[in-house]
C-alpha cells in the first residue's frame, strides 16, 4: 500500500483515513547490533478501535511503539498516521502534536502538585509551571478538566496532590493528562502492572470506554486483563506478527499456544 506524504503538523485537523484505517505499518524492520527487533513487521489499525498487543519478551512490541511514537527510526518499510502523516520523518514533539499520545508502563505525574493541576499542565501543553499555574483558565479549559477528572473517576481527589495517590490512581491519572491533550491514537504500555484487582477492573472499564472516541493500542502481559478489553489481539514474535483475531481465535492458535500462552 502506498501512502502520499504530505505531513500537516495542526492538531485541530481532522486525520485524513482511508477505509477507515487510521494506522498503517508496513515491513518495518528495526535492527539493534544485528538482532532484528522488527522484521518486516505490517499492521494496521482501524479508527476508534481497541487493539491489545501481546507476545513474550523480545518479540518487538515496545520497539513497535517506539516507532510509532517516533522514539526509533526503522531501517526500512513505513508508518502512517492516518494518510498524511508520515511518523518515519516526524519527532515525538511532531508526532505528539498530530494526535498521538504515549502512556509509560511507569506513571509519571507531577507529585508536588495536584490533580487539577496535573491536568492543567497537561491541556496547556508546557513544562514551565509557574507560568501555567498562574495564569487564568478560560471557562472552556475548566470544563475539559472536569470533565478529564471524570473520565478517570478522580473528581474526588482533584485537590489532592498527586504523589498521595495509589499506584493505579496515578495510572488514571497520567491516562487523564493525555486525554487533555486530546489524541486520537493512544499507546498504552502495560496498564495494570502492580494494580489490586478492583484498580485492573476499573482500568479495563476506563480503556473499553475511550475506544470509539479514541483509539486506543494496549501493550500488556497479564492475559486475564487482555480477556476483559480483547476485541482484537495481534500477536508479536521475533518481530512480526504471528497471529491476529478476536481472543478466542488466539486462544486456540497452536502457534500462539507454543511459543506464548503455553499448553
Known amino acids: 500500500m502506498t501512502v502520499p506524504q504530505n ?3 495542526d492538531a485541530s485537523d481532522e486525520v485524513d483515513t482511508r477505509q477507515g484505517m487510521i494506522l498503517y505499518l508496513e515491513d518495518l524492520t528495526v535492527s539493534f547490533d544485528g538482532f532484528k527487533a522488527l522484521d518486516e513487521l505490517c499492521l494496521y489499525l482501524r479508527e476508534g ?14 520497539t513497535m511503539m517506539d516507532v510509532i511514537s517516533g522514539k526509533t527510526r526503522p531501517d526500512s518499510g513505513s508508518a502512517f498516521f492516518g494518510i498524511r502523516h508520515d511518523l518515519t520523518q516526524m519527532s515525538e514533539h511532531e508526532i505528539a502534536r498530530v494526535g498521538i499520545g504515549r502512556k509509560f508502563q511507569k506513571p509519571t505525574v507531577f507529585p508536588g502538585h495536584t490533580v487539577f493541576e496535573n491536568l492543567e499542565l497537561a491541556l496547556r501543553g508546557s ?5 501555567t499555574l498562574f495564569a487564568k483558565l478560560s471557562g472552556e479549559q475548566q470544563d475539559r478538566i472536569a470533565l478529564g477528572l471524570d473520565t478517570v473517576g478522580l473528581s474526588d ?10 499506584h493505579g490512581q496515578k495510572q488514571w491519572l497520567e491516562i487523564g493528562m493525555l486525554l487533555a491533550q486530546d489524541p486520537k491514537l493512544l499507546l498504552v504500555d502495560e496498564p495494570v502492572a502492580g494494580l ?14 475511550l475506544a470509539g472516541t479514541h483509539t486506543v493500542v494496549v501493550v500488556e502481559h497479564d492475559m486475564e486483563f487482555v480477556r476483559q478489553i480483547a476485541r482484537t489481539v495481534t500477536v508479536l514474535h521475533e ?5 491476529e483475531g478476536p481472543m478466542e481465535k488466539i486462544q486456540a492458535d497452536a502457534k500462539v499456544i507454543s511459543v506464548y500462552l503455553g499448553s
Do not use: D, F, M
Open 7 to 9: 505531513p500537516s503538523l
Open 49 to 62: 478501535e481497541l487493539r491489545c498487543i501481546i507476545g513474550p519478551n523480545g518479540a518487538g512490541k515496545t
Open 127 to 131: 513544562r514551565s509551571l509557574w507560568h
Open 157 to 166: 481527589e482533584a485537590h489532592l496532590p498527586a504523589g498521595q495517590l495509589s
Open 196 to 209: 489490586s484487582l478492583s484498580e485492573t477492573e476499573r482500568t479495563a472499564e476506563l480503556l473499553s470506554s
Open 239 to 243: 518481530g512480526r506478527v504471528l497471529a
